[in-house]
């Protein structure tokens, strides 16, 4: 079951990194990384649920949160530079 | 080590006990809440020293007098709210399934201005945060003065459907998190609107 | 069992996401794909983790929960509003545009001129 919620989370990286890849300006390629970061957010619960054991979550906030910086400095950057 | 004072609210109407408690207080309070649930294990250790480092955050960096409001809960009216919220967002994840599988796409977008008076700059963030999470709406651009939200909408069939929907979503914040002063204000500032819509209406 | 029915409902969701952010026309279009699907999808697998982890760190995965919640309406936000004033790029408004021509002047917070 786990390997089957994996697939669907590849697929998902997939589809963000096509985005991430052909996305003509740099607030799709932005948006497709938040979106990476969800996916591998995700990943790294299930893993989490196969082992059983806790030991890296912390790791799902500190994604979420160097995601929102990032996306906070690259929108103030196309701001003032254009995409 | 903090005094929670529980009074009964004024006006009359609403006769439920709300939560009044100083600023810095609550600050403290969420800084030390955060710090523990970073440390997944609530020892006394933990809780001193998040006590310690929260009092040093907030007073390092000190939100300046004239913006500290006096935080207000009001039980039944924020559980109307969450529910609303809860509702929208299964509603606007239903709506993007459907959009995002048809083939053919319905999908017209717009840009419609939203004035929201009678509102702090606070609830309108926390308005425009909220709006985020609602079906087809996203908020592109805010002004502070006058309180307006520019909100983007995927699926716009009328103008004032959106006006409406982000009203009401005003409304049911305000009730449930804003002070006595506020509610009298967009409910003032509502009222007014309704009644020069239908005036409108009335007008050939 | 039902975690991992939930963690799947939530990886569905990302990928529905996935799926809007190709398909959509336009940023903004694809900004609303992003922020919601994917955001929900994520408390799903959240919660969905919590009933397969031991109870100490469910506090990690409230969090997380958290702060995703509060940081990507933010962050659509931001990014919205720049690709709309940038140069490079043209939304694409079907209806009506009630911002076209609007100049909205940053403000001097009270935060930002404290020493």
Redesign the interface.
């Known amino acids: ?2 390997t ?2 994996l697939v ?2 590849a ?6 990194t ?2 991430l890849l052909v996305g003509p ?1 740099l ?2 390629r ?3 990384i ?2 990476l970061l ?2 591998g ?2 990943a790294i ?2 893993n ?2 196969r082992t ?3 030991e890296y ?2 790791v ?2 500190v994604l ?2 160097v ?2 910086v990032s ?2 400095v ?3 950057f ?2 003032g ?3 | 080590m903090s005094d929670v004072q529980r009074r009964r609210d004024t006006p009359r109407r609403w006769h439920l006990p709300s939560l009044l408690m100083p600023a810095s207080l609550v600050h403290v309070a969420v800084l030390v809440v955060l710090w523990l649930l970073l440390w997944d294990r609530f020892t006394i250790g933990n809780l001193l020293s998040g006590i310690v480092v929260a009092v040093v955050l907030v007073i390092g960096f000190p939100i300046p007098r004239q913006r500290q409001k006096r935080l207000t809960l009001r039980p039944v009216p924020t559980v109307r709210f969450v529910a609303h919220v809860v509702r929208k967002v299964v509603e606007s994840n239903v709506w993007l399934t459907r959009e995002v599988v048809s083939r053919r796409s319905r999908i017209r977008t717009g840009i419609v201005a939203t004035p929201l008076d009678g509102c702090s700059p606070e609830l309108l963030t926390f308005v425009a945060n909220v709006i985020a999470l609602t079906p087809g709406s996203m908020v592109v651009e805010a002004s502070a003065s006058p309180p307006v939200l520019y909100v983007h909408v995927l699926d716009l069939r009328s103008i004032e459907e959106v006006r409406d929907d982000v009203h009401r979503l005003e409304r049911l914040a305000v009730h449930a998190f804003g002070s006595v002063d506020a509610i009298a204000a967009v409910d003032r500032v509502q009222a007014e609107r309704r009644r020069r819509r239908i005036e409108e209406d009335d007008t050939p | 069992m039902i975690g991992e029915v939930l963690a799947l409902a939530g990886a569905l969701l990302t990928l529905l996401a996935a799926i809007g952010v190709v398909r959509f026309r336009d940023v903004l279009e694809r900004m609303h794909a992003v922020t919601k699907a994917s955001t929900v999808g994520l408390l799903f697998v959240l919660i969905g983790t919590a009933f397969a982890v031991p109870a100490g760190d469910i506090t990690t995965l409230v969090l997380a929960g958290l702060s995703q919640l509060v940081t990507m309406p933010v962050g659509a936000f931001l990014i919205g509003r720049a690709t709309y004033r940038a140069e490079g790029i043209e939304p694409r408004v079907d209806v009506v545009d009630e911002l076209a021509g609007v100049e909205v002047a940053a403000e001097e917070g009270p935060l930002t001129t404290e020493g």
């Open positions: 079951m786990t089957v919620i669907v989370l697929l998902a990286a997939v589809g963000f096509y985005r300006s607030s799709d932005v948006l497709a938040e979106g969800v996916a957010a995700s619960c299930v989490a649920m059983g054991s806790g979550l912390v799902v906030v979420t949160l995601g929102f996306t906070a690259v929108a103030r196309i701001e530079r254009g995409a």
